[in-house]
């Protein structure tokens, strides 16, 4: 498949590809859409409707054979929307690349050189090896969790927030159940019998979505947080009665004590919580945390360098620790970043012009984490021990 991007002979601290004066045909973009091998990540960038809606403007998508098994769709649900279903090798040739997770090493490997990558940021999966080869690949690299509105709202990122704070209650209602071997209690209780009680630290757009989603089953719910605004929403969003607290240690220790299910959304400011706090908790009560791919909440935590999929106990609390709890909605999930990505993509337009796009859309710029094979995340190039480059100075050479 034709690269996009042709080369200068001069090197320096810039990109070294250069737009292309003209493309014959005003060529459309490949869009390549590999599988997910990482751990118990199951959603997928693009649905077939999706898909349908790109190829019908002219797009060429490539699918790898068995890509959308993970939400129930199947190659000819892909095929019969116009994509390709084809081999890893042929996806990862593609002008623009769809990924969930970052890649690891043998994916990185198949990436063509110059190629446009969307992923998650996940810092915690971010490899240094992998980044190594996408540099010396001259990848750019863009976060689409980072991306932003008109108004500067993180569209995807919002997005996959709320999806993960309702599929935790979903799942902790499930595994409070004896089928699941939990306690055999409902999270809302009965007339007569108490309900569940349910923990959240953090009053962002996760742990409203979750305190909306348990307060709907019943649940008495506690939310904590030390940002007056975002309690404040969370009363108007959920209920002016809900309980609201700052992260005062006496009144978290009393709710610790007290709770069936903990849900972390989002890693306090004095750090992750330590295991006394674990050690204070009901025996067979449930923790979730959904900052896995951030380091995670709690000390307890399990956060591995690659995306996984693990459920386990410690201190007589069952960890719910999985990379994307969004994974077990992934239908869902996909469904909705696929209705985010098709206008992205759509933009994006011609092969020739991607560079071009960076430096006339403020919002998606500032997503880019590797630019013509440059790291210009600074919190990235930190975590990794890799150089960083100001994206301004090579804005500058245009």
Do not use: W
């Not at 198949?110 to 446009?116: C, H, L, N, Y």
């Not at 071997?181 to 996760?206: D, F, Q, R, T």
């Amino acid at each position: 498949m034709a690269g996009s991007f042709a080369c200068k002979s001069n090197a320096g601290v810039a990109p070294q590809e250069q737009l292309l004066g003209t493309m014959a045909g005003n060529r459309r973009l490949s869009i390549g859409l590999p599988a997910e091998h990482n751990g118990g990540e199951k959603r997928f960038p693009l649905t077939p409707e999706g898909v349908a809606l790109l190829t019908k403007e002219g797009y060429r998508v490539f699918v790898e054979s068995g890509a959308g098994e993970g939400i129930k769709y199947s190659d000819l649900h892909y095929t019969e929307a116009g994509a390709q279903a084809t081999t890893a090798s042929e996806v990862f040739r593609c002008d623009v690349v769809l990924k969930i997770t970052p890649l690891n090493e043998q994916e990185a490997a198949m990436i063509r050189p110059g190629v446009f990558l969307l992923t998650l940021l996940q810092p915690q999966y971010q490899s240094a090896s992998v980044v190594r080869i996408l540099m010396q690949k001259k990848v750019t690299a863009v976060a689409i969790d980072l991306i932003t509105d008109e108004r500067g709202r993180y569209l995807f990122a919002d997005i996959l927030d709320e999806i993960d704070g309702r599929a935790a209650i979903v799942l902790a209602s499930e595994l409070l159940s004896n089928r699941s071997g939990g306690k055999g209690v409902l999270l809302g209780g009965i007339p007569g019998v108490a309900s569940s009680e349910v923990l959240i630290i953090g009053g962002g757009l996760a742990g409203r979505a979750a305190a909306c989603a348990a307060c709907g089953l019943g649940a008495l719910v506690r939310v904590f947080d030390n940002d007056f605004y975002r309690l404040k929403a969370t009363q108007l969003e959920v209920s002016p009665s809900i309980f609201t607290s700052n992260m005062h240690p006496h009144v978290l220790e009393n709710a610790m004590r007290s709770a069936d299910v903990v849900i972390g959304t989002e890693v306090p400011e004095g750090g992750r919580l330590g295991v006394s706090y674990i050690e204070m908790m009901k025996r067979g009560a449930l923790l979730f945390d959904l900052c896995m791919d951030k380091g995670g909440c709690f000390e307890t935590s399990s956060c591995s360098e690659a995306p996984c999929n693990k459920v386990y106990e410690q201190c007589g609390v069952l960890h719910y620790c999985l990379s994307s709890v969004g994974s077990a909605v992934a239908r869902t999930a996909s469904m909705a970043l696929s209705n985010l990505l098709v206008p992205v993509l759509i933009d994006l337009n011609d092969p020739a012009m991607l560079y071009g796009h960076i430096k006339s859309d403020e919002r998606l710029r500032n997503a880019v984490y590797l630019f013509g094979g440059k790291l210009i995340y600074k919190e990235l190039s930190i975590r990794l021990g890799l150089p960083y480059y100001d994206m301004a100075l090579f804005m500058s050479m245009f």
